[in-house]
């Protein structure tokens, strides 16, 4: 009986675990698939052993320290012990994926990594994991090939999911008229994040800077994204009293129609960039989290589009530097400098030109199903 368990961590890798189960289910329908994941892998097919809903959660709290190790020990001795896969499908998640790596390697079960942890930019020491722990990588940027060979970890290049499962560009006129936007006036969307801590961080100064640009720029729209995976208590919890539109699970059409864009750093600044919408990077979190990473950090660049284009293109503002007015400044910049605005939307779009047009599921599916072929 072909068997197959796979972890994730977060409603991205949630996303895409699902999009590789379909393609996976159209090469060999008889594979038996669960896992810890959320709603997406469910609507495909997958057997859930744990919703990871709680899992992304970040913290050094004893609770959720100790939550992340009792699922882990759970989700090992489920897999080793009864379930007994032929292979583990690990998605992202690094921090948690790396650790139970080991024992499924040890108890003689095939381990796959599909988007595996970036350590190109931070934790090189990661890498010796992944070479003793992990029996292949299916990465997803094309210079990511390169390291892992060097290194003489299996790895095959499966391109990044986002170049063929992001819809096609909104229509803009229809968008604005259901959410009732003047389509003579530019919008300005704001992404704040899809973790409670970024909305806690990062949300205020957000909303503070809309109303400064609003202020300062009359015409000016603006509407703030809401994160699926968050609640709408959470959500108005940060919002506290504000008229501006809150739109919940329309982000890829948001960023589409939007004129500028001001984003937490993630993978939402890669789908930006696939779009060619000029946006901002503003992050900040814990002053702890944030020595820790300066100490790990490979790059000194934070988003996806400026590390794959290998220069500064989006303006990263980080840390201490967040602030209502340097946000303010840059986005008046990409809004009404026309010649600054052109050569960004021209520079997004040869990042875009860089990543390959494979379809990413469906290569980390066919590398799967290998294990069950002979």
């Not at 709680?54 to 020990?73: A, C, D, E, R, Y």
């Not at 931070?122 to 292949?136: A, Q, T, Y």
């Not at 003579?184 to 704040?192: G, T």
Request: proline share 4%; aromatic share 10%; hydrophobic share 40%.
């Amino acid at each position: 009986m072909k068997k197959l368990f796979i972890v994730t961590g977060e409603y991205s890798g949630d996303i895409h675990a699902s999009h590789v189960v379909k393609a996976l289910r159209e090469l060999d329908s008889d594979i038996i698939i669960e896992g810890v994941g959320g709603e997406n892998m469910k609507s495909a097919g997958v057997k859930l052993f744990a919703d990871h809903g709680k899992m992304g959660s970040v913290g050094l709290s004893p609770q959720i320290i100790f939550n992340h190790i009792m699922l882990g020990k759970r989700v090992v001795d489920y897999v080793t012990k009864e379930f007994k896969p032929d292979a583990v499908l690990l998605i992202d998640y690094g921090g948690f994926n790396l650790r139970v790596a080991g024992f499924f390697k040890k108890a003689g079960i095939k381990v796959l990594y599909y988007i595996p942890p970036q350590v190109w930019a931070s934790r090189k020491g990661r890498i010796k994991k992944i070479k003793k722990n992990v029996d292949e990588v299916l990465c997803i940027f094309p210079f990511e090939k390169n390291l892992y060979e060097s290194c003489g970890i299996k790895v095959h290049y499966c391109g990044h999911p986002l170049v063929s499962q992001l819809p096609e560009r909104a229509n803009r006129d229809e968008f604005f008229e259901k959410h009732g936007f003047d389509k003579s006036r530019k919008l300005v969307s704001i992404f704040p994040g899809s973790r409670v801590f970024e909305l806690k961080y990062l949300m205020n100064v957000f909303v503070k800077t809309a109303q400064n640009l609003q202020k300062r720029h009359p015409e000016l729209q603006f509407c703030i994204s809401h994160a699926p995976n968050l609640s709408d208590e959470v959500y108005d919890k940060f919002l506290k009293k504000t008229d501006f539109k809150v739109i919940k699970g329309e982000n890829q059409a948001l960023l589409s129609v939007s004129d500028a864009l001001i984003l937490a750093s993630g993978t939402v600044a890669l789908e930006a960039c696939l779009y060619q919408t000029p946006m901002i990077i503003a992050y900040r979190g814990p002053w702890l989290f944030y020595f820790i990473y300066l100490l790990v950090r490979c790059i000194k660049r934070v988003s996806l589009p400026n590390i794959i284009g290998g220069k500064l293109i989006v303006p990263e503002i980080i840390q201490g530097n967040v602030n209502v007015n340097k946000i303010t400044c840059e986005i008046e910049r990409l809004l009404y400098d026309s010649a600054y605005r052109e050569n960004n939307i021209k520079e997004l779009g040869e990042v875009k030109s860089l990543l390959s047009d494979k379809v990413s599921s469906r290569e980390a599916a066919m590398e799967v199903a290998k294990i069950y072929q002979g």
